[in-house]
Every structure is written in structure tokens, then in C-alpha cells.
């Protein structure tokens, strides 16, 4: 994406558009004001709840997308479209799902000049009920088995606290997995292979460090068996829902009658998971992680731009340094980067500052001396650091330093995560570390996670505290004499605590 469109997004040529908020200390303005000044979003369209995504967030949302796409595809899942409404009859099926998101649903009862419709419809807070009706028609037999589909698209969910771009709205941007298995041991397997594919594309791929569990009973999805999610920290310490699997068990097939015949020709009803990383709120994790206190800082792969080149004028060799940027900017192009040449009239040190607070990794400075020594200066969002290139090592170097630069912001990433971390055995630590804004990991009574009158305590005595659940990879187990402090049972597990965004 090479197209020069600087001209519509730059500021007045007398403003120099710098960015410095403290983002650990401040990180509500400072979110507030990236969204705003990056124009990675405008929150002024008049439905609360709903946003305008504006290119600099759209574009790299796209890029997510297909690199999420191209993991499911990997892992043998296949693209459909469904419709984005479901029909009452259809949403009313399955008792436990019905009475988890009836509060959050968005209801259409009219259409057009006819008045009333026969039936209200449902715009999907999720897809099961609009997705399973079609598979007991689709799966009859074991050979029909695995069916293992995935669509992209949105869902909206009537969210009742604050609203915020990104993290948390009315409408969010997604990819949902809804697989269908013969056996419990298939779907357990998958959910497994869920968060696998989390991992490579969340931490390989966007840097962003996180942790997966098994989340309480009273807090899995409506209508599961269990649920694993990722949890990630915000620079204000409150813990943000990344990507959550879902073991259904058989309980959607027998609602929705999707059963398959095996080779003996006897009829059972399958075993069912759902996946779904929400892209728009993976991208606020990912800015929120990685940005600084001068702005944005995207990862390579996922940058909307990925190389602004500036040039330096002089006197006499505007003409002569202008070509050259041209000409380095069609190599880049050729090589396949995204780049944008900036040869608006903001003085240099303007547009530093520019596509610095808009997170571009790479800036290249051209001026007399580079041109004459067919040379660019590279300069790194990530260590604020610069360094002369030959034009003939250009290519070379950048993907030595595009590597370098994820294993920098990834690393960084991780310290700051861990850094957020920390163990309680009383309930005092456990308030002195919410209180430095951490997650905390405490003994627990209950190995099944159904110690809710435990964890309705911490949530009412420590403001909102809530229990997230087990470490999908915790090994460790507490000491026989280690009790769950809230209700002096013997500790069979530890679980994690922390505060939502």
C-alpha cells in the first residue's frame, strides 16, 4: 500500500503535532488521545456503543484479519458467510445460552411499511443459534465429520458499562470457529488447538503477552461445558479478554438436533466447540501494549504503513534529493513493503514527530549527503535509534532489522507483563498488589472453580476484584498446609485475580 495520501492527514503547516502522555500513569488520556490524535478512530457517530473506524486503524485491522484467516485455514477450518440475523424460534432453543445473552440483545421487530414482523429477529450477539440449525441438516453421517467452519464479520451485544474504542463496545469486529466432532476427546482436542492458535498469532505474530484459563463455573460461556480464555494487562493494570474457546459438550447438538450415523449405522449426537478472537479488541490490546509515551508503536507486519521516507532539503538540491526518494521508494515498493513518501511542506522535524505519535516502524532520511552517497538514514520507532545504510544493503538490512525490531517490542512487551504479576497466600498482599496494579495469583479451595460464594466475597470486599481462573499451563499445586483465605478450606489449586478493563 503505497499510496501518497500524507496531504489529507497532515496538521496545519504552523502546528507541530507531538504526542507525550505518561501512558502508565495516565493510561485512560492517554488511549483517549492516541484514538483520537492517530485518527485510529472517531467516536462522534450518534448511537453510543458504535464507532467510525478510520483508515490508520482499518487498514492494519485487515492485515490481522488475514494473518488470523490464514492460521484457522492452516489448521483445517473452511470460510462461510451467515446471515446476521436469527429468528427468535432459533435464539430460544438452548436454555443456558438464551439466558446468558437475552440482556445483551439487540431485537428487530419492524421492517419497512408493513409494520410488525412475524417474528423478532435477533442481530447475532453470536452465531451458534444461527450456525446449528443448518449443521443438523449438513451432518448426517461419521464421514461428514470433522466439520470445522469459521466466519468474519460483526456481532453486536447491548454492553451496559462504559463504552471505550475498541476494548469494549456495542459493536466489535470478529472471527468465529464452530466445529462439530464425533467424540468429547475430538472437541477437547480442539479447544486445545484454540488457544495453540492464539499463541502463534497473538504472541508470534501481534507481540502481545498473555495468560489462558479455564474460567470459573459461573463465568463460562452460556451454554458450555467449560471455557478458556486469554487475559492480557492494560497499562492501568486491569486485565483485557482476549480470544476464548469453548467446549460445548453435546449440549447445542441435542438442542439442535445434530446427530451423524457411524459406520455400524447407529445414530449419535456429536460433540461441539466455538473460538472467537474479536479483532477490533485484539488491536486495542495491541496498541495499548506496545505504544510509548510518544505515541503509537505498530508491529511490523500488521503497520499500516511500514516505512515513511523523509526528505531533508537544501538550497539547489531539492530536485536532485526529490528523485532520489522516488527512486527509493519504488524500490521498497517493488520489494513489497508498504511505504509512503511525505513531501508535504511540514518542515523535517515536523513529520518526525508525525509518523513517530502515528507508531510507522521504520523512517527513512534523505538529504544531500545521502543522495550524493546513494545512502538512507534509517531511523527505529522501537529504540528511537538511527543508523547510515547503503542503498545497496537497504533490502538486506531491512529484513534483518524488521525481525529485530518484533523481538524487540515482543520482549519489552513480555518484561512489563510479567512485571504485573505477582503471588498472594494473604488477603492484605492481595490488596496491596491489586492496589500496584497486578494480577495476582492466590490459593484456591475449589480444583472445579465453583467456589462462587469465595469469590463473590473478594469481588464485594476488594471493589470489583473478580476470580479469572486456572493456568491452563500452572503445573504447580499449593502446599498441604496452604489454605484458600477467604473461607479457610484446604487449597486445591491457584487460581488468578485481577481487576477488568
Known amino acids: 500500500m503505497s499510496n501518497d495520501n500524507s496531504k489529507n492527514e497532515k ?34 457517530y450518534n448511537v453510543k456503543g458504535f464507532i467510525v473506524y478510520r483508515p490508520w486503524s482499518t487498514i492494519s485491522m485487515k492485515l490481522m484479519f488475514d494473518i488470523y484467516e490464514r492460521e484457522m485455514d492452516k489448521f483445517g477450518h473452511q470460510p462461510v458467510i451467515f446471515p446476521s440475523v436469527i429468528p427468535e424460534s432459533n435464539f430460544q432453543v438452548e436454555a443456558d445460552h438464551v439466558e446468558g445473552f437475552a440482556p445483551e440483545v439487540f431485537w428487530i421487530s419492524s421492517a419497512g411499511s408493513s409494520g410488525s414482523l412475524e417474528e423478532r429477529l435477533a442481530l ?23 466439520l470445522k467452519l469459521y ?39 480442539q479447544t486445545r488447538e484454540d488457544m495453540q492458535i492464539s499463541i502463534n498469532v497473538m504472541q508470534k505474530r501481534f507481540g502481545i503477552p498473555f495468560i489462558q484459563f479455564q474460567r470459573p463455573e459461573w463465568d463460562k460461556f452460556a451454554g458450555a461445558v467449560h471455557t478458556y480464555a486469554a487475559d492480557t494487562l492494560m497499562p492501568d493494570g486491569r486485565f483485557l ?20 450415523m457411524d459406520a455400524e449405522e447407529k445414530e449419535h449426537f456429536c460433540y461441539q466447540t466455538c473460538y472467537g478472537p474479536a479483532i477490533s479488541r485484539i488491536f486495542g490490546a495491541m496498541i495499548a501494549v506496545h505504544g510509548d509515551n510518544v505515541g503509537l508503536i505498530f508491529p511490523f507486519e500488521v503497520a499500516p504503513i511500514q516505512i515513511v521516507i523523509v526528505p531533508i532539503p537544501k538550497r539547489g538540491q531539492i530536485k536532485m534529493i526529490n528523485q532520489f526518494c522516488e527512486e527509493v521508494k519504488e524500490l521498497l515498493h517493488d520489494l513489497g513493503y508498504r ?88 488477603l492484605d498482599e492481595l490488596v496491596e498488589h491489586l492496589e500496584d496494579r497486578k494480577m495476582v495469583r492466590i490459593p484456591w479451595c475449589s480444583i ?31 502446599a498441604e498446609d496452604a489454605t484458600c483465605f477467604i473461607c479457610g478450606e ?11 478493563y
Open 124 to 146: 447475532r450477539p453470536t452465531s451458534e443459534t444461527a450456525m446449528y440449525p443448518l449443521y443438523s441438516l449438513w451432518v448426517r453421517s461419521w464421514r461428514d465429520l470433522p
Open 339 to 426: 511505504v509512503q513518501l511525505d513531501n508535504t511542506e511540514r518542515r523535517p522535524g515536523d513529520k518526525y514527530y508525525f509518523w513517530e505519535m502515528k507508531g510507522v516502524p521504520f523512517r527513512l532520511e534523505i538529504g544531500q549527503k545521502e543522495t550524493k552517497n546513494s545512502q538512507v538514514t534509517i531511523f527505529r520507532r522501537d529504540t528511537l535509534e538511527k543508523a547510515v545504510v547503503n542503498l545497496d544493503d537497504l533490502e538486506k538490512e531491512l529484513q534483518r532489522l524488521s525481525k529485530e525490531y518484533f523481538q524487540v517490542i515482543s520482549k519489552r512487551a513480555l518484561d512489563i507483563f510479567q512485571d504485573r504479576l505477582a503471588a498472594a497466600e494473604t
Open 151 to 189: 466466519q468474519s464479520g460483526k456481532v453486536w451485544r447491548y454492553e451496559g458499562k462504559s463504552t471505550r474504542p475498541f476494548l469494549r463496545g456495542r459493536e466489535f469486529i470478529w472471527i468465529e470457529g464452530h466445529d462439530v466432532f464425533a467424540t468429547l476427546e475430538e472437541a477437547k482436542a
Open 448 to 478: 472445579d472453580l465453583n467456589g462462587e460464594n469465595c469469590a463473590e466475597e473478594i469481588k464485594d470486599q476488594l471493589a470489583g476484584a473478580e476470580v479469572r481462573g486456572i493456568d491452563v499451563q500452572e503445573t504447580e499445586t499449593p
Open 11 to 44: 496538521p496545519s503547516t504552523d502546528e507541530v503535532e507531538t504526542f507525550n502522555i505518561d501512558k502508565l500513569n495516565n493510561f485512560s488520556e492517554w488511549f483517549t488521545e492516541i484514538v483520537k490524535r492517530a485518527e485510529l478512530a472517531d467516536m462522534r
Open 241 to 260: 479478554q482476549l480470544p476464548s474457546t469453548h467446549l460445548l459438550g453435546d449440549n447445542f447438538s441435542k438442542a439442535f438436533n445434530i446427530k451423524y
Open 490 to 500: 484446604p487449597a486445591k489449586c491457584f487460581v488468578y485475580v485481577g481487576k477488568q
